[in-house]
């Protein structure tokens, strides 16, 4: 082993990063061990303390500081809870929350289904959006899954659980992304956006 | 602020990696939220304890840990002292040992030349290496700094200092890669490939 083992023990964690191979890994921590301490130190405290200051939101389940009950947006009363937003996790939230453009609440599933990964409905956080539209004032649910395989067929379940409890469920339109280009976008997205087709106004 | 500080501060620290943009960051940060304890404990710990065991060889320069005053190669008396090897940094040391040919010794400069960012041979471990050779018993300097403008120019300028000192002073042959393609190789690497021509044996 020509390595100290302090780095090596750096270079192991940081391979176990998804994105981070082994060369990425070491060339990571050979950046960290001639920056200065500060650098190291940060992100070490950031880590350390991650955990414990997190909580999830006891509405919607999204990330939120430990100590609160509720996120910002289930607090506010300026949200409009006539209307949920179903996502795969909290990173779709704020993808959403920077378009400035939706008002409503949200419900953070905290993953798809996936049968090849065992993922099954009892590991997301479905009963507990079930729960809030059976509590009532809820008219409309928005399926803001990934438009993945995994994404399309829990939107599907979602769909089936939901709409026989009386409530409207939609899900984001697919087509060609904003400045995206016709020749260049795969069938799939050409044949959706198609299908999908609006009038002009 | 949408983000609890926490996270916000995690992603704000892994921004500041080379290779980590914004998006990067908030997938490794929510990535280690969902992970077991242990992968964001085991990498706190890795980075707080990063410093603290690790020094420098006092002879070559290379990484060692801390408390020992020189690296293995240099330790080990089975390493062929009257070669020495100068590379630009401690992962190049690990690249020439992977490759089990070589029986020398090492000189780790600790990085390059580069006017550009102010780095001038008093910032290099340039002194300690001619210090080195002044001591005697070294017949040979191999440079294996990178092949690029800046290792070109350190290794031109270490040539100039080392030369008048009555040692002999080689570079890393250029060519192409093995394994590569004459078809896709740059005009320069085919230029130094036709120039650098050797006789079959």
Do not use: W
């Not at 940060?42 to 303390?49: F, M």
């Not at 599933?109 to 956080?125: A, F, M, N, T």
């Not at 507990?128 to 399926?143: D, P, W």
């Not at 016709?182 to 087709?197: F, I, K």
Request: charged share 20%.
């Amino acid at each position: 082993m020509l390595l100290p083992e302090s780095i090596q023990s750096l270079i192991s964690a940081l391979e176990r990063l998804p994105g981070i191979g082994p060369k990425s890994a070491s060339r990571l921590a050979f950046y960290l061990l001639r920056a200065s301490d500060e650098v190291a130190q940060d992100l070490s405290v950031a880590l350390a303390n991650l955990k414990a200051n997190t909580a999830f939101c006891q509405e919607c389940f999204n990330i939120t500081e430990a100590g609160r009950p509720l996120c910002e947006v289930c607090e506010s009363p300026k949200r409009d809870s006539t209307l949920i937003c179903v996502v795969e996790e909290s990173l779709d939230v704020l993808a959403i929350e920077r378009t400035g453009g939706y008002q409503g609440k949200y419900h953070v599933l905290q993953g798809v289904l996936s049968p090849i990964e065992g993922i099954g409905p009892d590991d997301l956080k479905i009963k507990q959006l079930a729960a809030r539209v059976a509590n009532g004032g809820v008219k409309e649910i928005i399926l803001a899954t990934n438009p993945s395989m995994e994404g399309d067929a829990t939107a599907l379940y979602l769909r089936q659980q939901l709409e026989p409890m009386g409530v409207k469920v939609t899900r984001l339109a697919r087509g060609l992304p904003v400045g995206g280009d016709l020749e260049y976008a795969d069938q799939n997205t050409l044949l959706r956006a198609l299908s999908g087709r609006q009038e002009m106004n």
